[in-house]
């Protein structure tokens, strides 16, 4: 199929499942890949816009946008240019230098969290590297309580996540990552890191509670790790009330809050970062984690820790890699959050997301029982849990979706998506059967 097809309302006619050069390229793929991803849907050749092209020459919608990290789509010019200077200039220096767009950077990442004096920022290259540094942070945030070890006779801090969370797949980002499946298997984790049941403010109240002495009182708590839209949960909004009342519980009991806004920072959630939405509770964090849409499709991630006190926790020695504000990383991202403002791309996520939420529940698919999200991270909950078959239909249609959990699909496009890829996204959305098999 050639370029430009799906970009107006039509709905096409199936794409076969994969081409000649998509098969010989996944042959060669399995040969040569661990098999931890599964085989890939496509082999991808290109992209612009909103738009992906697959090897054998197909082109696709992408409403996933390589899982809500192309904020600006694909080979937006201002992001190709800023890299492309970058790497003919330097592609890397050590940690022994510096360069101005990491520090331009992380200065636009504090002004743009409107994080107070004193906050700063370290960088990483990705979401679970981004809350290893939050959790390195809480560590050492929880020795400086006086009621923690490693006092004499005292017991080491806790750290809070919630169930459904997720928070990546390293070491001690899986052991505050609640999925069983994939966090059992690397048992014993991180200890004293315990789950509490999202949404719930008692048993919040709870966890907090269990601190004291002798045999049943555990350490204090040093911090709690949550997200304000559970992503890979599903894409699970939570409540302000729950979010305001997490947040008097640490201030009550002098436990940093993390709010980890990996998926939903970098305005695709209507705001900068989510915690800034009046409606997911307008609290203020300790810290919080960002990475996939921060550097436009660049590997980059990391943690803005708010105030002075939070900041110095971290000296030198604490914590580092070699790639920790890499130029070119910087560089894609300070052209993504430049061009996100220039285009006004904050409040298109608001609107787009608006319009993609009521057009979804107004065109009569039986299969659709439930639209929610915010912004532009969105998903459907299906009547019946046939996610990995709708959303292969979908891909089959044209139009790129992910089964994020088995009765929910995730809609996350490029927050440069206009009013007509919504229509074009819906007009497809509205057709999947309702009868495909369960997965
Ligand atoms: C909320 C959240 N935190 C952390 C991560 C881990 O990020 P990465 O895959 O870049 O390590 C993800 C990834 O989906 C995420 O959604």
């Given at each position: 199929m050639d370029g430009g097809a799906a970009a107006g309302g039509d709905v096409r006619e199936a794409i076969e499942v994969t081409g000649e050069r998509g098969a010989e390229w996944l042959g060669s793929y399995r040969d040569v890949h661990m098999n931890v991803f599964g085989t890939p849907l496509r082999v991808m050749d290109h992209g612009e816009g909103v738009h992906l092209w697959d090897v054998d020459g197909n082109e696709y919608l992408d409403f996933l946008a390589g899982i809500a990290v192309n904020s600006l789509g694909y080979a937006h010019p201002a992001w190709v240019k800023a890299v492309a200077d970058q790497a003919a200039k330097a592609a890397h220096v050590s940690n022994y230098f510096a360069t101005p767009v990491q520090i331009e950077l992380a200065a636009k990442l504090v002004e743009i969290a409107g994080a107070p004096e004193g906050s700063h920022v370290y960088f990483g290259n990705s979401g679970a590297e981004a809350n290893e540094a939050a959790l390195k942070l809480a560590k050492l945030y929880g020795r400086t309580l006086d009621n923690a070890a490693p006092h004499f006779g005292e017991k080491p801090a806790r750290i809070l996540a919630l169930t459904h969370g997720f928070h990546g797949r390293t070491m001690g980002a899986l052991s505050a990552t609640w999925k069983p499946a994939i966090r059992r298997p690397f048992?014993?984790?991180?200890?004293?890191i315990e789950f509490v049941e999202a949404g719930s403010l008692c048993a919040m109240h709870d966890a907090f509670a269990r601190t004291g002495q002798g045999p049943y009182g555990k350490g204090p708590v040093a911090a709690v790790i949550m997200e304000l839209v559970q992503g890979e949960a599903g894409v699970l909004p939570m409540d302000a009330d729950y979010v305001k009342g997490v947040r008097k519980l640490c201030d009550d009991n002098h436990a940093l809050l993390i709010i980890d806004e990996v998926q939903t920072g970098i305005g695709r959630t209507?705001?900068?970062?989510?915690?800034?939405r009046e409606d997911l509770g307008g609290v203020t964090p300790d810290v919080v984690s960002f990475a996939k849409g921060v550097a436009g499709g660049f590997p980059m991630g990391g943690i803005i820790a708010f105030g002075q006190e939070t900041s110095d926790l971290f000296t030198p020695g604490s914590h580092g890699s070699t790639f920790a504000g890499n130029p070119l990383g910087a560089a894609a991202g300070l052209a993504t959050i430049r061009t996100i403002e220039s285009e006004g791309l904050v409040d298109n996520a608001e609107e787009r997301g608006e319009q993609l939420r009521a057009a979804l529940r107004e065109c009569g698919n039986p299969l659709f029982r439930e639209v929610r999200g915010r912004g532009l991270l969105n998903a459907i909950v299906l009547a019946h849990p046939c996610a990995h078959a709708a959303a292969d239909w979908a891909l089959e249609h044209g139009l790129i979706v992910n089964a994020v959990a088995p009765g929910a699909l995730r809609l996350a496009p490029p927050l440069i998506v206009t009013a007509d890829d919504i229509d074009a996204a819906v007009a497809i959305l509205s057709r999947i059967p309702a009868d495909l098999p369960d997965d």
């Open positions: 048992q014993p984790l991180v200890p004293d209507g705001s900068w970062f989510a915690f800034q």
